[in-house]
């Protein structure tokens, strides 16, 4: 079950760290850029239900935030029930 676990942990950091890395290089980059293709190809489709949801305040998009919690929610429950069958 810990490499179960060591799993979960390993995606939900790799998903964190492409948010942050879509949020930094989305200054930086042009959004048809091949690097923030790519990451926007993995990040869009969980950013894409929270902006629709939460729009931009004063043109600050907080969908990226949101997205962070919700993956360490996400991790917190999966590893608990995780620990619980194990």
């Given at each position: 079950m810990g490499l179960v676990i060591q799993i979960v942990h390993f995606i939900i950091w790799a998903l964190s760290i492409l948010v942050v890395a879509e949020v930094i290089l989305s200054y930086f980059m042009s959004p048809y850029h091949p690097v923030r293709a790519f990451i926007g190809r993995i990040i869009g489709p969980m950013l894409?239900?929270?902006r629709r949801v939460v729009p931009p305040i004063m043109n600050l998009d907080f969908?990226?935030?949101i997205l962070l919690l919700l993956l360490q929610a996400a991790e917190w429950v999966i590893v608990s029930i995780?620990?619980?069958i194990g």
């Open positions: 894409n239900p929270i969908s990226p935030l995780l620990n619980f």
